[in-house]
């Protein structure tokens, strides 16, 4: 792990961007529980067959990819090819280089406007199944814990984490909503390079938000974690210290299906 975090901490954000981040965590929030209430709400419980398409099972546990998505994501790529062909005939580019890059930075506040809606290349996936547990034992184990705790957890869990930094805290838990909370992170992952050792360790900016909230469908407890990565002002990439900036948006669902089970997605 590297010895102190590159970046300053915690990191200062203005009133806009701290609103910025909170509305985008509980449009993400609400966004992924009206998906899940849909599939709950169908006859077999499982995400539509016509949509979502299964491409990895393990134990309990399957996931699905976005078939719409991915249409999506070919069009726009289509689209954007299209576009810069355009732009080039038209020499544009020309003129975007005059302008310079410092005049267009300074154009932007310090949340890139970008991270306003999922990275573009990114398919959309989700999982389903079952863990053996109850809702509550499963969001403590979520819920943001303190930089030390996390670094040593890391040690020995085997989860790839080589280095961690909680950036800047939003929200805090209160003994009433013990598992509430939003947090800007900096994460460092090696999973990548155990299946390529020539890859570059990952780092990821991240906003996570964790809690409770109560179905307006069903009535019933349902958890939630959600990653969102972020381009933030003050927290550059770092390819002197030979890491990859990476992209992460991983929406988690979770309820107590009964005793002794939750259901996940």
Excluded at 115 to 135: F, Q, R
Excluded at 141 to 147: A, I, P
Excluded at 164 to 179: C, K, V, Y
Excluded at 209 to 230: D, K, M, N, P
């Amino acid at each position: 792990m590297l010895s102190t975090c590159p970046f300053e901490t915690p990191l200062s954000l203005s009133d806009r961007d701290r609103q910025s981040m909170r509305t985008l965590a509980q449009r993400c929030v609400n966004e992924t529980l009206t998906d899940y209430e849909h599939v709950l709400a169908s006859k077999s419980g499982l995400p539509s067959s016509t949509r979502w398409k299964p491409v990895k099972r393990k134990e309990n546990i399957v996931v699905y990819q976005d078939l719409l998505a991915l249409e999506e994501i070919k069009r726009r790529k289509r689209k954007a090819r299209s576009l810069g062909d355009a732009i080039e005939s038209s020499h544009v580019t020309e003129m975007a280089s005059s302008i310079g890059p410092a005049v267009l930075r300074a154009s932007t506040n310090t949340l890139n406007r970008a991270t306003d809606t999922e990275p573009k290349e990114m398919p959309k996936m989700i999982w389903m199944g079952t863990v053996e547990c109850e809702l509550d034992d499963l969001m403590y184990g979520l819920v943001s814990q303190s930089d030390e705790v996390t670094r040593i957890k890391a040690s020995y869990s085997g989860n790839n984490i080589q280095d961690f930094a909680t950036l800047a805290t939003l929200e805090t838990s209160t003994p009433s909503d013990p598992f509430y909370g939003l947090q800007l992170k900096w994460e460092v992952n090696s999973a990548l390079t155990k299946a390529k050792p020539v890859w570059r360790c990952r780092d990821f900016v991240y906003l996570e938000a964790t809690g409770v909230t109560t179905s307006c469908v069903t009535g019933q407890r349902i958890g939630y974690q959600v990653l969102h990565s972020l381009d933030v002002r003050g927290v550059p990439e770092l390819p002197g210290r030979k890491l990859t900036r990476g992209k992460v948006t991983i929406y988690q669902l979770f309820r107590q299906k009964s005793k002794g089970t939750v259901e996940g997605g």
